[in-house]
Nanobody
């Protein structure tokens, strides 16, 4: 089992920045690719970004490219999501997820590929 706990969400004005964190416990963090997903009110959960086990491979949804940056610190068992130039359209509950993989550079976009999920942290962007 892997437990994931997100933090760092909050209320921010449009154009502002936030950094989300996801702390993992329970298993060897470096064995997992990590993803961020989000779900806005009335919408389906959607892929945001993923980072490979090694941290050497990442992929972003088009709507966050150039604004969000994912990183991980395997020594701290934590993955981060730095978000900038936020807009009201980024308002959502943000989830981190972990996917066990034997390949250090493998990444997946589909939420069904992920084994463990956190409870989410709310990000609200005011106009």
């Amino acid at each position: 089992q892997v437990q994931l706990e997100e933090s760092g969400g909050g209320l921010v004005q449009a154009g502002g920045s936030l950094r989300l964190s996801c702390a993992a416990s329970g298993r060897t963090f470096s064995n997992y690719a990590m993803g961020w997903f989000r779900q806005a009110p009335g919408k389906e959960r959607e892929f945001v970004v993923v980072i490979s086990r090694s941290g050497g491979n990442t992929a972003y949804a088009d709507f966050v490219k150039g604004r969000f940056t994912i990183s991980r610190d395997n020594a701290k068992n934590t993955v981060y999501l730095q978000m900038s130039s936020l807009s009201p359209e980024d308002t959502a509950l943000y989830y981190c997820a972990a996917r066990a993989t034997g390949n250090p550079d493998h990444i997946r976009y589909a939420e069904g590929s992920y084994d463990y999920w956190g409870q989410g942290t709310q990000v609200t962007v005011s106009s």
